[in-house]
């Protein structure tokens, strides 16, 4: 078992670690070339970008755009977001991960990252029933997005009892379970939905400006939908 864990968290750790920057790449390259093939066949080339890099940038962290009506469920999901970014990245025994592939920062105290750890995943059990409970919600949600989630809450969870001294199951049974959920995260992120936490900003940028259409998009859309006759229509 504890000759699996080094093998877990070095070989099997550095290899989903590949897996997920070169699918990342892949996806931003494919985003970044749309993105440019919409702008050469733009009619309308004069895009704000000063105003859509202000907008994105806003909207990484959305608290002006909270709505009244789904305002809990709003601020849920921002935390969850940062606890989600910030606890993998810059807790101490994730950081001596980042390290044996030649990565390093200064990490937060124990004290935070327990606090986000809990707050992690208590807001991440209000996101897994609302999506249950709440029918538009349901309606929006693929069974991807609920494994997603369960399978971070997991993570989160088992991370949490195995730092305790109270831990009921053997450490290096938690500790396998632990790394192997996470590097099943981390080959998941280029082809899942948590792609936008580290693409965001590419793909928010690009999907404004894919919006400019070709010149005579209309003319052409309305030509297949009603015929040669109706394309001045």
Not at 38 to 46: E, V
Not at 96 to 123: D, M, R
Not at 146 to 161: E, S, T
Not at 182 to 206: D, W
Request: a positive charge.
């Amino acid at each position: 078992m504890e000759q699996f864990l080094e093998f877990a968290k070095g070989s099997l750790f550095a290899g989903s670690f590949v897996i997920m920057v070169l699918g990342l790449a892949r996806t931003a390259f494919i985003t970044l070339w749309g993105t440019k093939n919409a702008l050469d066949k733009a009619g309308d080339k004069n895009i704000p970008y000063k105003a859509l890099i202000k907008e994105t940038f806003e909207w990484m962290i959305p608290i002006k755009h909270i709505t009244n009506s789904r305002s809990a469920i709003s601020i849920v999901s921002v935390v969850f977001h940062i606890g989600l970014i910030i606890v993998p990245l810059f807790l101490l025994d994730h950081i001596l991960l980042w390290q044996k592939l030649g990565l390093s920062w200064p990490g937060i105290p124990a004290a935070i990252a327990n606090v986000l750890t809990i707050t992690t995943i208590v807001t991440g059990g209000i996101l897994l029933l609302n999506r249950i409970f709440h029918r538009d919600t349901r309606f929006l949600s693929s069974v991807i997005d609920y494994a997603l989630l369960v399978l971070i809450l997991a993570i989160f969870i088992n991370g949490f009892i195995a730092s305790k001294p109270f831990n009921p199951i053997p450490y290096n049974l938690v500790m396998v379970i632990h790394v192997m959920a996470g590097n099943l995260i981390l080959i998941l992120v280029p082809f899942s939905k948590l792609a936008h936490c580290f693409l965001y900003p590419i793909m928010r940028i690009a999907s404004n400006i894919a919006w400019h259409f070709p010149a005579r998009a209309g003319e052409e859309v309305n030509k297949t939908l009603y015929g040669e006759e109706n394309k001045k229509v």
